[in-house]
């Protein structure tokens, strides 16, 4: 049965289903003020149009060594075939439990690796920085990562950009991220770019995000069969929907633009028209296809007909460049990037930027620039974030800094090819193979993905023993090894802001398990996940203050915390409740027997803790809830009642006069 998250408090196992907090990380907003912006100018501080020449035609797109071994339908000649074999050997092991067969795989990239070849470097570095089959040796994972990234090797430029900016090193992390950053956006030709990662956590809380897992099941969903019997029996919305899934790769399908492109034209032909746009995108990008601009641009103005207004962004770029019309028309591409702009398309705001920056078409004008790259860029648009991240870096049309810069270069670099291992590791989660699942998101965890580390944290936190987690000493993990390894990859997720990770590092600090227990490191973290707003840590700090574990007693800041619970999270009204009832009874009846009471609930709550979990929990015996909450009424109203008895037995009759 797996773990829920405990936290002290007055009831325990009454509580514990009764705070639902939902996980995830928070996105950030822009916020700029007018003395972030730089308005005066010399012509030598701007940039040049070739540096910001933001309207190229994509490149050659970059290789993933791990993408030839994971689909092998892939044909990225870029690795030898050594490597890819010896990787498919490792990958092999963790999935089937093999420590012997891991070490040998290990030990011929090894040898690889000494040969010079980068990604091999990468894999090494990757394991002494993780203490997979290697003793863990910060000094090991710097050097063969430092000299995968001379090689060439992206993986290993993510894991030391992200290494930096763990260290708050900005001024070499930025440069790494917005090399990465760039390569990231290679492929991206027009505005409306797919999404590169889809990431899916596998937890929600301490629960399995079974939801979000059933969805992503790709052709053996339920959901998607409906849809493909739909889209088969001539239901335009469904192959609307079908062609969609194909062409982003999204809920587990694999990317098939011929596909995809079947099912928009077969959408088309049954009147819907929304289709048209993205047809026009696959000619302009050549997905699947011979790239043919005159196509992009009749299914582009086909789009635009129809008032779908993101297919502006589209003709816009190809009048920039001269693409399928007649001639480069600046004027007619201002045009098409306002009316996108007009209707809250990001991509408008975003391509406007880019004119007003180089003067293309319009005076150039950075300060309007950066105003539109900000709203495109609260909107989540990429190239936004890119060019935002530039203008920081650069100290152009904004204050410098490095440390913006390095977190929005860091946003877009995580959307690049290295992001794929992100499905592999799901689908491998999906059929039950945690080994896999556990080796790939280790290893995307080491590049910097908050949502790998807190994968890969909860596997082993979930699974155990069964999560095939390689010690240090060649077999598997001891019990410490795997605590330790958790708990390293909660913090990280933490420091990204995960509140949940840092929750369940509070709940390890405060209840010892996997480390020594510490109550003010357990406070600290509490603290960490607090200042996040979460409910459940604030409640965990009023029991604390309540109880001077870790932090000063203090009722009046015990109440306080619980309040704030309760003002994050409706949810929180019954613990709440039932935390201020202990509050008061601690205040006024202090020494009774219900404080007593109170007190040895923690103590007793392990060993009821299963049979509540399977009875109380999972069923949602509410009558089991009523009969413990009526209890404790009881023996409240007897205590008081006894006092009161004993009270009225030391009172002394008053003496009878008689007259």
Same mark, same amino acid.
């Given at each position: 049965?797996?773990?829920?998250?405990?936290?002290?408090?007055?009831?325990?196992?009454?509580?514990?289903?009764?705070?639902?907090?939902?996980?995830?990380?928070?996105?950030?907003?822009?916020?700029?003020?007018?003395?972030?912006?730089?308005?005066?100018?010399?012509?030598?501080?701007?940039?040049?149009?070739?540096? +910001?020449?933001?309207?190229?035609?994509?490149?050659?797109?970059?290789?993933?060594? +791990?993408?030839?071994?994971?689909?092998?339908?892939?044909?990225?000649?870029?690795?030898?075939?050594?490597?890819?074999?010896?990787?498919?050997?490792?990958?092999?092991?963790?999935?089937?439990?093999?420590?012997?067969?891991?070490?040998?795989?290990?030990?011929?990239?090894?040898?690889?690796?000494?040969?010079?070849?980068?990604?091999?470097?990468?894999?090494?570095?990757?394991?002494?920085?993780?203490?997979?089959?290697?003793?863990?040796?910060?000094?090991?994972?710097?050097?063969?990562?430092?000299?995968?990234?001379?090689?060439?090797?992206?993986?290993?430029?993510?894991?030391?950009?992200?290494?930096?900016?763990?260290?708050?090193?900005?001024?070499?992390?930025?440069?790494?991220?917005?090399?990465?950053?760039?390569?990231?956006?290679?492929?991206?030709?027009?505005?409306?770019?797919?999404?590169?990662?889809?990431?899916?956590?596998?937890?929600?809380?301490?629960?399995?995000?079974?939801?979000?897992?059933?969805?992503?099941?790709?052709?053996?969903?339920?959901?998607?069969?409906?849809?493909?019997?739909?889209?088969?029996?001539?239901?335009?919305?469904?192959?609307?929907?079908?062609?969609?899934?194909?062409?982003?790769?999204?809920?587990?399908?694999?990317?098939?633009?011929?596909?995809?492109?079947? +099912?928009?034209?077969?959408?088309?032909?049954?009147?819907?028209?929304?289709?048209?746009?993205?047809?026009?995108?696959?000619?302009?990008?050549?997905?699947?296809?011979?790239?043919?601009?005159?196509?992009?641009?009749?299914?582009?103005?086909?789009?635009?007909?129809?008032?779908?207004?993101?297919?502006?962004?589209?003709?816009?770029?190809?009048?920039?460049?001269?693409?399928?019309?007649?001639?480069?028309?600046?004027?007619?591409?201002?045009?098409?990037?306002?009316?996108?702009?007009?209707?809250?398309?990001?991509?408008?705001?975003?391509?406007?930027?880019?004119?007003?920056?180089?003067?293309?078409?319009?005076?150039?004008?950075?300060?309007?620039?950066?105003?539109?790259?900000?709203?495109?860029?609260?909107?989540?648009?990429?190239?936004?974030?890119?060019?935002?991240?530039?203008?920081?870096?650069?100290?152009?049309?904004?204050?410098?800094?490095?440390?913006?810069?390095?977190?929005?270069?860091?946003?877009?670099?995580?959307?690049?090819?290295?992001?794929?291992?992100?499905?592999?590791?799901?689908?491998?989660?999906?059929?039950?193979?945690?080994?896999?699942?556990?080796?790939?998101?280790?290893?995307?965890?080491?590049?910097?993905?908050?949502?790998?580390?807190?994968?890969?944290?909860?596997?082993?936190?979930?699974?155990?023993?069964?999560?095939?987690?390689?010690?240090?000493?060649?077999?598997?993990?001891?019990?410490?090894?795997?605590?330790?390894?958790?708990?390293?990859?909660?913090?990280?997720?933490?420091?990204?802001?995960?509140?949940?990770?840092?929750?369940?590092?509070?709940?390890?600090?405060?209840?010892?398990?996997?480390?020594?227990?510490?109550?003010?490191?357990?406070?600290?973290?509490?603290?960490?996940?607090?200042?996040?707003?979460?409910?459940?840590?604030?409640?965990?700090?009023?029991?604390?203050?309540?109880?001077?574990?870790?932090?000063?007693?203090?009722?009046?800041?015990?109440?306080?915390?619980?309040?704030?619970?309760?003002?994050?999270?409706?949810?929180?009204?019954?613990?709440?409740?039932?935390?201020?009832?202990?509050?008061?009874?601690?205040?006024?009846?202090?020494?009774?027997?219900?404080?007593?009471?109170?007190?040895?609930?923690?103590?007793?709550?392990?060993?009821?803790?299963?049979?509540?979990?399977?009875?109380?929990?999972?069923?949602?015996?509410?009558?089991?809830?009523?009969?413990?909450?009526?209890?404790?009424?009881?023996?409240?109203?007897?205590?008081?009642?006894?006092?009161?008895?004993?009270?009225?037995?030391?009172?002394?009759?008053?003496?009878?006069?008689?007259?």
């Amino acid at each position: 049965m797996p773990r829920r998250s405990t936290f002290p408090h007055l009831l325990p196992f009454l509580l514990l289903s009764l705070l639902r907090f939902t996980v995830a990380v928070r996105p950030f907003v822009l916020v700029i003020s007018n003395d972030d912006l730089i308005k005066d100018y010399s012509s030598d501080s701007l940039p040049s149009e070739s540096e +910001w020449d933001d309207f190229s035609p994509p490149s050659a797109s970059f290789s993933d060594p +791990w993408l030839s071994v994971l689909d092998p339908s892939s044909s990225d000649l870029s690795t030898s075939d050594e490597f890819s074999s010896s990787l498919s050997d490792l990958i092999t092991a963790f999935s089937s439990g093999d420590p012997a067969a891991a070490s040998a795989a290990a030990a011929q990239i090894a040898t690889e690796a000494a040969a010079g070849a980068p990604a091999a470097q990468s894999v090494i570095g990757f394991l002494y920085g993780a203490g997979v089959l290697r003793t863990p040796d910060k000094a090991r994972h710097f050097m063969y990562h430092s000299f995968a990234a001379d090689g060439g090797d992206l993986h290993s430029k993510m894991a030391l950009a992200y290494s930096y900016f763990r260290q708050e090193m900005y001024e070499k992390a930025v440069v790494l991220y917005a090399e990465l950053a760039e390569a990231a956006l290679t492929g991206f030709l027009m505005s409306k770019e797919p999404p590169m990662m889809e990431a899916v956590r596998l937890h929600s809380g301490t629960e399995e995000n079974r939801e979000a897992l059933r969805k992503s099941r790709g052709e053996d969903d339920e959901d998607f069969q409906i849809t493909e019997y739909q889209a088969q029996r001539g239901n335009a919305p469904a192959m609307y929907k079908l062609g969609l899934l194909y062409y982003y790769g999204l809920r587990g399908l694999r990317r098939d633009h011929a596909k995809a492109r079947y +099912w928009f034209f077969k959408a088309v032909e049954k009147g819907d028209t929304r289709a048209m746009e993205l047809l026009g995108e696959i000619y302009a990008r050549g997905a699947g296809v011979e790239r043919n601009y005159t196509k992009a641009f009749e299914w582009l103005s086909l789009a635009a007909k129809q008032q779908y207004y993101s297919a502006y962004n589209g003709l816009g770029y190809l009048y920039v460049k001269g693409y399928g019309v007649e001639e480069k028309n600046l004027s007619k591409a201002k045009e098409y990037f306002q009316i996108a702009a007009e209707h809250k398309e990001p991509g408008g705001h975003y391509n406007l930027g880019v004119l007003y920056l180089k003067g293309l078409g319009v005076k150039r004008d950075v300060v309007t620039a950066c105003n539109l790259f900000l709203v495109a860029a609260n909107a989540g648009q990429p190239k936004a974030l890119y060019q935002v991240a530039k203008l920081f870096q650069k100290g152009i049309g904004l204050k410098k800094n490095l440390q913006m810069a390095t977190l929005l270069f860091k946003t877009v670099a995580e959307r690049g090819p290295w992001s794929s291992l992100s499905r592999w590791a799901l689908e491998a989660y999906l059929k039950g193979d945690t080994g896999k699942a556990l080796f790939l998101y280790s290893r995307m965890a080491e590049l910097g993905y908050e949502v790998a580390q807190s994968n890969a944290a909860w596997i082993l936190d979930r699974y155990g023993e069964q999560s095939m987690c390689m010690g240090e000493a060649g077999g598997f993990c001891s019990d410490t090894e795997r605590h330790l390894r958790a708990h390293s990859l909660w913090w990280q997720a933490s420091e990204q802001g995960n509140e949940h990770a840092a929750l369940l590092i509070g709940d390890a600090y405060y209840y010892g398990r996997g480390i020594e227990r510490d109550y003010e490191r357990a406070a600290e973290a509490y603290l960490h996940a607090q200042s996040q707003s979460n409910a459940q840590a604030m409640f965990n700090l009023g029991y604390m203050h309540e109880h001077g574990q870790g932090l000063p007693l203090d009722l009046h800041l015990a109440k306080r915390y619980y309040d704030q619970a309760l003002d994050v999270d409706p949810a929180a009204k019954l613990p709440v409740t039932l935390a201020l009832f202990s509050l008061w009874v601690r205040k006024n009846y202090a020494g009774s027997f219900l404080v007593s009471f109170i007190d040895a609930l923690p103590d007793t709550y392990p060993r009821i803790q299963e049979w509540v979990e399977g009875i109380l929990m999972d069923e949602g015996n509410a009558t089991i809830l009523t009969l413990l909450a009526c209890l404790i009424t009881v023996l409240y109203l007897r205590e008081r009642q006894r006092r009161q008895a004993g009270v009225a037995a030391n009172v002394q009759p008053p003496e009878v006069g008689l007259n």
